[in-house]
């Protein structure tokens, strides 16, 4: 079953973190293969709930770009480097392809060989010698086991086409002789004696008996065809492994490379073959440009958001199958209709509750406190005001199945999160920043929680110094950063100086001003946001 990735913004918070592990969790158990992630470092409030009941942190999910290995190749295809050109030759013509990828040793990519190859090869190859092995020469011509002693067969092709005194007289054999000739006795007994590496007798023609206890005296490798002399020449050369006409400098694909980024280069390269490789160039299959229309983009789900800016990269191409959010609708598209779950709550985790009790899944107790975690920390204890009678309804019910003081577990958890210790002023502003457009002008907003005001207020102009320069990365007009006292219930507002004017009309403040504090203001989605765009919309 193909997997789907559930994951909450680029900044991922409790709330986020929890929601996409205990989503996952619920599908898992109505039978859908899922796997929670995260886009960015999970903060300490986080890895505290994670840390308290138990609970693996996700894996981190870099993008959701279509690679190589969502497209449907041909995995598996490819041929040994000892095989014979002529299986290779009827391997590529069976399958339909033009040219396939050879492997030695533990499958590792040796090149490519096409049809273009092989023909070159028998119009134009060297004829004259044999670079092969006992077996692949007896597939090749059809032939006939009469002595093996060598597996290997390499050497100098002789047909013995002179009449007996011709042959004796111009031709010295050696070691390093194969001979190809029908039932001239005279000619076995003289290649024996020389000890050649090989002879055919082609013709199905008998070999004296004499003969035959010599070559096993002399220890003589022997095959018999049913093949004449004429097509015996003609075939034998295709019993030379594929390796000896591999391309040098072949071109190879990973899987995990970007299809965009394939296309484009394969524009430049005009071929229609490309072996696909792992990061150990281990080969793993062929892909055909006629196989990238058969597209397998990623399967995920949201939680948390919905906004592409706040998503995971490449998510434009990624197939979106669901989204559970608890903020207001943006422009979010989909190419198919989807589950989508959207409600006036505090947080994403009190919607996931619901789905459990929906599904009639019994809730674990792990999964338990990572879902009154992430309740807890997006509603402040319950005391922001965008939480709502069902919030407070399921953080007594989960509560109550945990058998644990809410308030205390909240409070320690807002503690090991409030800690500006060892942070660096970027991180400290970046922690959790989110980004927003409307009207074509795009802003970040980012909040804390800490219990640490003085150690921003003290380092004021470093700390101004440091949000302009996040404000340019991101390419915004305006950033700011709430630093939310959870005692006070209230939040100190530090900005980029073009942000003045809009946050002056937007909390009705002319007195504005760096760490102005505002009593009452802890919740970005209800209350810093809809001031915002009430006045750049």
Known sequence: MEKIYIFGHQRPDTDATTAAITLSYLKNQIGLNTEPRVLGHVNDETKYALDYFKVKEPKYLNDVRLQLKDIKYHKGFFVDEKMPIKEVYEFISKNIVTGVPVVGKDKEFLGIVTLKDIAKEMFSGNIKSLDSTYENIINTINGEKILKYDEEIDGN????????????????????????????????KYAIESKVKLLIVTGSLEIDKENLELAKKNKINIIRTSLDTFETAKLINLSNEIKTILHENSISFKETDFYDDFVEETKKLKHNNYPIVDSKNKCLGLIRITDIVEKNNKKVILVDHQEFEQSAPGIEEAEIVEIVDHHKISSVSTKLPINFRNMAVGSSNTIIHELYKESDVKIPNDMAGLMLSGI??????????????????VVEELAKQLKLDYKKYAVEMFKAGTSLKGKTKE??????????????????????FTLDIDSIKNDMTSF????????DSLGCKYTMLAITDVIKNGSFVIYTEEFKEVLSSGFNNEAFEQMTYIDGLVSRKKQIVP???????
């Open 157 to 188: 092709l002789i047909v013995a086409s002179y009449k007996s005194k011709t042959f004796f007289d111009n031709i010295a054999l050696t070691n390093k002789d194969i001979l190809l000739v029908g039932d001239r006795h005279q000619i076995h």
């Open 531 to 537: 001031a915002i765009l009430s006045v750049i919309e």
């Open 376 to 393: 807890l920390s997006d509603t402040l204890i319950l005391q922001s005001p965008t939480t709502t009678e069902l919030d407070k309804k």
């Open 427 to 448: 991180e400290i502003i970046t922690s959790d920043l989110k980004t927003f457009t409307s009207n074509d002008i795009k802003f970040a907003v980012g909040q804390i």
């Open 464 to 471: 101004l110094d440091e949000l302009q320069k996040v404000n």
